[in-house]
């Protein structure tokens, strides 16, 4: 266990670095040289600790020599060099097999390339060197590699010299000017396609831009380009953050654990979040990429420039730098209702993350496996703290605290404590309390109450905070919690008053700070109608404030704030199928949700995407969530219930409201053009799933007439739980058309594995048996194993526990191949505390019987703590 209380500065700094390879898919050389130099203030004689694994060293040399007797200890670690003057040049020479390394970490083969990913801990699969992350130097770095099979060598930094050897070879030197840890290293070799453009920065320098991917996907980079583009203009404008090298690439690799890696100036990507065409993706595929490429241009500062300390401070960059892409898609693309998509999948992942055996602080205090920790709360819940951040000092005093950041720690390595402590100098706030965020584990409940005095004018607000326990963690402290409110009037429109002695508002945070506190709004001329909570989702807490029916209809109909909005159609919702869970069906508040709906639909001021966000129910995981133990199937089954409710007798108008198809259906990424697709097939899901005539087929039009891949997987997505023959016809069409296109077919493969429609185990085992199916792709398996644990809960909750065991039996085999990908998909297995007691059994027995089948450390870390009480 690595605890955060033992962390020490390492006692050598390695001035420079210098790495020579001599590529081969089954044979390849690592030449390093590294210049060492005993740290001020280290311990007199401290050893040099090089870290390594799975790695064959030829030979090992300090200063020319080699090393004294006992002078190199060769342990689990790696090396522990003793006895060395306080400086000194060590020369270290290595075999490694990349065409063998199927883990994706180092250097592995992906297709006809080879690449690396070293975060966090995979340079040591590569050669020995102190593999932490506050180890910072400069490399420079030399590739030797056949020049017909790998025209293309690629490494950190700029190029600075190329040419030919002997035997059909050649080479490339690269050399980095920027410190950096050895988990940000990079290389690529292959025969790649080019795509260029150039970018010039804010200070009239010229940036050449290159995208490498294999020869035939050439033609579905432009998106890629265009969002990389944005983006640099974005960070310059927003952040004021410029540019520092000569060139920036992307290469898209098949083959990769994670969907992208911030190497400086090299970044590596998953093929999913670089290609696009819209025969190919979806609006949300195009949003991902748009994301992704903004997420991995922004750690060229949050993350390289000013990095992490030690891997307990991963928020410290990647919740920052997730903050930064989120509002990049806000305000360049999505705009209010990106808010809305961040908090279902924050709702439908990281609360029940933060609920359950896994639960863990933002910024944790151990770990067995650091590869474990790459979670939602460090990345999701993490940029939540940033913007509560903001909310608190205000966007003026955020900015120059990010300036100041960047100014004060660049080119170095440093924590959360650091972060927050520059934001309290400039905003001269005691933000002490605050810090609990990162140390705290759980998801707060907060309670919320209100009562009105007509005469004086005054409307009081309690508030209550309490976070329930987590492991290691049973006793919680208050919180500071921004809370964001707004008053509505019978009229739909915000009320102003005043709070304390501020000037007259129409919109207040109130600061939670204690168990329970009050709050007064004053002037108020009429009785609020409806009181607008935690708007813009200003803290990831649950919030109840004890609403009625009436009160969250009027802000379904009125609310100017598209996530308190939302958040209120949610509420009905939510209670609308927890009431048929507990065979307690409310005819009053269906009726209701029926009425809220019908007057959305008629509603022209609507905007399309948020119409088609309020009209989706919660989660399945989000509404398990709102039991202590429940029938996972029943769940499912009330939920379908309620959709069908609700909108059979709404099918005219639901029709009457649907956008022209063909007018849309051209691929544009614009707002305006995905919030009209996004509404056409939730329309079209909703009325599917309510019987309405004719919708099966007018899902297969829209699949065959498709020019968009968006409107295609739209109406496969709403006949995939269709006993009717048209769902089996159209997946064996887009299988058909689509077979040689990987990421087209990871859409098949997931739709047929989640699809609950007939023998959902006969299906799973002929996905695993299809010729596109591979178990050493990660992208391949986590779309077929993925959907079947998520959606297809009639065959995964088979009561009798076949759905577990299946599951366990394939992670086993996957953890001999991917340690990674099988601790990450094994998550499912771990919640079986939210299942009914004969599920609950069932799944636990499954988990322990994983536990005893040898297991990496990586899915033996997740099942145990999975199992722990």
Known sequence: MILLSDYQPPDWRVEALELRFELDPEDTRAHSRLRVRRRDGSAPGAPLRL???DLQRLSIAVNG?????????????????????????????????????????GLYVSGGSLCTQCEPEGFRRITYFPDRPDVLTRYRVRLEADAARYP?????????????????????????PFPKPSYLFALVAGDLACVADRFTTRSGREVALEIYVEHHNRERCAHALASLQRAMRYDEEAFGREYDLDVYMIVAVDDFNMGAMENKGLNLFNAKYVLASPDTATDDDYVHIESVIAHEYFHNWSGNRVTCRDWFQLSLKEGLTVFRDQEFTTDCTLFGVKRVDDVQRLRAFQFPEDAGPLAHPVRPDRYAEINNFYTMTVYEKGAELIRMLRTL???????????????????????????????AEVSGRDLAQFQRWYTQAGTPQVTARTRFDAQAGVLQLDLAQRTPPTPGQHEKD?????????????????????????PEAAEWV???????????????????????????FSAPVLLEAGQGTDELAHLVANDDDAFARWDAAQTLLRRAVIARVEDAVDPTLEAALTTAMAALLEDSAVEPVLLAALLELPAHRELMESFERADPVAVDQARRAVEQSLFAPLAERLSARAPERARWDDGAFTAEAMGERRLLNRLLAVRVAAGAEGALQEAARQYHEARSQTLAMGALAAVNESAECVRGELLADLEHRYRHDPLVLDKWFALESASQVGDGFARLERLLEHPGFRWSNPNRVRAVLGPFMAQNHRHFHRVDGAGYQRIAGYLERLDALNPQTAARLVIPLTRWRRLDEARSARMRASLEELAGKGLSKDLADVVERGLAS
Do not use: K
Request: net charge negative.
């Open 510 to 536: 109130l600061e939670l700070t204690a168990g329970e506190q009050s709050f007064q709004l004053r002037g108020l001329r009429e009785p609020p109608a409806a009181v607008s909570w935690l708007r813009g």
């Open 51 to 53: 870290h390594g694994r």
């Open 478 to 502: 208050p919180l500071q919690v921004p809370v964001r409110v707004a008053l509505l009037g019978r009229d739909g429109r915000r009320l102003s008053a005043r709070l304390g002695g501020a």
């Open 393 to 423: 000092i205000g966007r003026d005093a955020f900015r120059r605290g990010l300036d100041r950041y960047f100014q004060r720690f660049d080119g170095q390595a440093v924590t959360t404590d650091d972060f927050v402590t520059v934001m």
């Open 65 to 105: 020599a080699e090393p004294s007797p006992g002078g190199c200890v060769e342990d689990r670690e790696g090396l522990l060099l003793s006895g060395l003057p306080d400086v000194a040049e060590i020369a270290i020479e290595t075999r490694i097999r990349p065409d063998a390394n199927t883990a994706l970490e």
């Open 152 to 176: 293309v060598l690629l490494a950190n930094g700029n190029r600075v010299d190329a040419g030919s050897l002997p035997e059909g070879r050649h080479y490339a030197v690269w050399e980095d």
